[in-house]
């Protein structure tokens, strides 16, 4: 209709135009102008006609649009509807998910408290179980040590004993080894002396033997030949005499050499002895050395001993003073647990065990005092032992 209106204009223009160029101008200006105007008239015609078709697809694109928004809108509500659904049943799985958590937390709970409690009971059970059987392997370990101190004790005695017994006998050897000395050197100079004065008897003899001999011939030279062969007589045997006497100093010097070879056996003997009781009591001190260094290594072993029980007697009690600090800490937890029993009687057939095993278990009886007084008694052992041994050195 639009293009009908512009065609009935465009020749009523035409129409006036006509007039008028008739009227006023020339027949080619006429035309020119028809020309340009049928031209015009064209290009309008082609302007309206893409215009049409511009309006019909934006027509057509409205309708899309209005459809598209409609599906759309379709589309929204029916999504809308979905995510409404299944977040609704999300909302009812977690809540149903949240309920079961909750009754498995409290069961997982329950479970734990009874586990930890049972364990508990056990470790205290176990702790008194150590501690006794520590307390047994501590006295077992210090009578073995008393007894070992004790044996020691009788085996210093013995050998102080032993020690003093020998060092008077070795006095008496050399009391015995002096008088035995002094009885031989005695016995030499009394025979020295007794051979000097027969031996100034023998000389005395000899000149008096000689001064006779000597008169008998100064007066038998007036007598006969008698009186010449009785003084031949009597000197020769005043010259036997003298031939005796002279063989008597040589017996003499002979009994002195072995009387000096006795001396000498008899010093090697002492020699001898003196040596042996050196290594005895070279032995001895040895054996006095080691019993010392034995036992100042009791002694060190005993203190390390009560340094070791002392220790594990104060790990013990703060052992125990944590477990009934960690006791009164779990009563809140049984208090939450009787609460929640009480809103869910559901669980209250469950609830009985926790109750009966949340209570705490009797207390270990104390370590008996009798065992602390050891180490005093083997110290003082020690010290009775070391008196002996200091008095021997």
């Not at 977040?87 to 329950?110: D, F, G, H, P």
């Not at 080894?177 to 025979?191: A, F, I, P, Y």
């Not at 027969?198 to 008698?226: D, F, N």
Request: aromatic share 2%; hydrophobic share 30%; net charge negative.
């Amino acid at each position: 209709m639009s293009s009908m209106q512009c065609d009935s204009a465009s020749e009523s223009d035409a129409s006036s135009v006509d007039g008028s160029v008739s009227a006023g101008m020339g027949m080619e200006s006429l035309r020119r102008r028809i020309d340009s105007l049928l031209q015009e008239k064209r290009v309008l015609r082609m302007e309206v006609e893409t215009l049409k078709l511009r309006v019909k697809a934006l027509q057509q694109e409205n309708l899309e649009l209005r459809r598209n928004s409609v599906s759309i809108q379709a589309k929204a509500e029916q999504e809308e509807e979905y995510i409404t659904n299944t977040m609704l049943k999300k909302i009812q799985n977690l809540q149903k998910e949240k309920e079961r958590l909750a009754q498995s937390y409290e069961q997982e709970e329950e479970h734990l408290t009874n586990d930890l409690t049972r364990r508990l009971f056990r470790l205290k059970q176990e702790k008194v179980d150590l501690e006794m059987e520590l307390e047994r392997e501590q006295e077992a370990q210090v009578n073995k040590l008393l007894k070992r101190i004790e044996k020691l004790e009788n085996d210093v005695c013995a050998k102080q004993a032993s020690l003093d017994q020998l060092r008077q006998e070795k006095v008496s050897l050399e009391n015995a080894l002096e008088q035995e000395q002094e009885s031989l050197v005695n016995r030499l100079w009394k025979r020295m002396e007794k051979l000097e004065a027969e031996k100034k008897s023998l000389q005395r003899r000899l000149e008096g033997s000689l001064a006779a001999a000597a008169v008998a011939a100064a007066t038998s030279s007036g007598e006969g030949p008698e009186t010449s062969r009785r003084s031949r007589q009597s000197s020769s045997t005043s010259d036997m005499q003298v031939e005796c006497s002279l063989t008597d100093p040589e017996a003499m010097a002979s009994h002195i050499n072995q009387l000096k070879s006795d001396l000498e056996n008899l010093r090697q003997q002492l020699d001898q002895s003196q040596a042996e009781h050196q290594l005895k009591m070279s032995k001895l001190e040895q054996e006095e050395r080691c019993l010392v260094q034995e036992n100042t290594r009791l002694k060190r072993r005993l203190q390390t001993e009560s340094d070791k029980r002392d220790r594990l007697t104060r790990n013990l009690s703060e052992s125990d003073a944590g477990s009934d600090m960690e006791l009164p800490a779990t009563e809140p937890q049984a208090q939450q647990h009787r609460c929640r029993e009480c809103r869910q009687p559901i669980t209250a057939g469950a609830a009985a065990a926790p109750q009966g095993a949340m209570a705490p278990p009797p207390p270990p009886p104390p370590p008996p005092p009798s065992s602390t007084n050891h180490p005093s008694t083997s110290s003082s052992s020690a010290a009775t032992t070391a008196a002996p041994l200091q008095q021997a050195q």
